[in-house]
DNA sequence: ACACTAAAAAGTGTCGACAATCTTGATTTC
DNA sequence: GAAATCAAGATTGTCGACACTTTTTAGTGT
């Protein structure tokens, strides 16, 4: 079932912060769609859909359009939109294209690393790991800990295109597949470790190896997730 | 100026081929814009454009959205879409994506190889062969064949996600920048044997190998148009 | 002549209604 | 009894109109 709670109806001079229903609608969905509150592989009625956040089905159906983008439904002419389902194979070409991106990302933040980028990751680590310290590696930091360093790293690349392909679109898919298949992998202690070279890396300016250690990190959590979803 | 050509009216019966009329207007102005009909910068009216394909607001908007997810073109609320600038810039950081992407379609290309899909590389190879000994290498050769080339590499990486991701969003930008920018390279003879190993390297079931070989092809372009643009 | 203000024109965002299509369930036919 | 047919209901695609914003233009005063 999907989120109930209300976006500010069009009109009202609330605070829309320059944003446009569609544009909340859009944000809406994708959240209930990542946190599976709307069930993979289930079906979305435009007029259902419209009525429960009280907007027309236009501002809905631009929405939904940009949803399909992101890959997170699929829309067939005539007949209407699916939530995307999840798959294992979906999850490990997830992790194939990650590989590359991020193997880059991390490549180009070693070549132009800046300043304030390299306080940030720094300052980031050392956050990770009061926090993995407290709880001894249980689970606390793989979720949000893992993504925050990976999502920082890309950041740090300095390519827009780079930026945008990840954060803004294979991220959700990513964290859909968390949320629902529930990867807490008990990878952590080894995973913090693995992030504390890949920032060496960078730190020292190394492209070659900072991508090269990326790399071996998500294919790492590839082969875990393979040989899980062999053994079901 | 943009395509006068009219797509076929909603509600007459003809052929609409299972696409809608929004479908058919994002494909038109798609191309309208990779070519360059659309000049990069330029602003976009939603009535004109709607009176110029005789559509209404709605369906036009609808295809405006997902030019948008595709990067085409920039929306701002209340104000309004244009379409893209270029920049060398923006043009290096494709090649750097591409290098990623197209480096991981490779090696999956050739870890998964099939006899069909070996068969099609073979024999585009000797397609662009026959092409190149026509003409001296030339010019033909590049645009079309070198992108048939990295379109059928990826096609043949059996990883829908990063087909999806390259040949249905990524190449649509390269082709605008080299539509626009005129990307001829002089590099045709060499792209050509380049191309052979690499298809080589895909035969033989060596995918670090195809994946370095087609990683350093793409970075050669690179190299190639840094160089241009730092004459400028 | 220049800056500021205010009206008007144009453009975007949103909505409700109609037309075309698909789905479902009952009816007919072999 | 099962397959094919057809009608009713629901859903999607498309449109034109209205409300609110932004931009342009005209006007006023200094």
Do not use: W
């Not at 289930?42 to 009525?51: D, N, Q």
């Not at 590989?99 to 980031?124: F, T, V, W």
């Amino acid at each position: 079932m999907a989120n109930t709670e209300q976006v500010t109806k069009a009109g009202e001079k609330a605070l829309q912060g320059t944003q446009s229903l569609a544009d909340r609608l859009f944000l809406s969905l994708r959240k209930d769609i990542v946190e599976g509150r709307m069930a993979a592989g289930s079906k979305i009625s435009e007029p259902e859909l419209a009525r429960r956040f009280d907007a027309s089905r236009g501002s809905l159906r631009e929405a939904l359009m940009r949803l399909d983008s992101l890959g997170l439904i699929e829309r067939k002419v005539n007949v209407g939109a699916r939530v995307v389902e999840l798959s294992g194979r979906g999850l490990l070409e997830l992790y194939d294209v990650r590989e590359a991106l991020e193997g880059m990302a991390c490549r180009l933040a070693a070549e132009n690393r800046s300043d304030a980028d390299l306080a940030e990751l720094r300052q980031m680590l050392e956050r990770h790991q009061q926090q993995e310290e407290l709880q001894a590696g249980t689970a606390y930091y793989q979720p949000e800990g893992d993504f925050d360093f990976h999502f920082r790293i890309v950041q740090a690349s300095n390519n827009e295109l780079l930026i945008d392909t990840l954060c803004n679109k294979l991220y959700y898919r990513v964290r859909m597949y968390r949320y629902q298949l529930g990867m807490a992998s008990p990878r952590a202690h080894r995973a913090f470790r693995e992030h504390s070279h890949i920032i060496e890396a960078i730190e020292a300016g190394d492209g070659e190896l900072a991508e090269i250690l990326m790399r071996r990190h998500i294919r790492a959590s590839r082969s875990n997730i393979a040989k899980k979803l062999s053994n079901t």
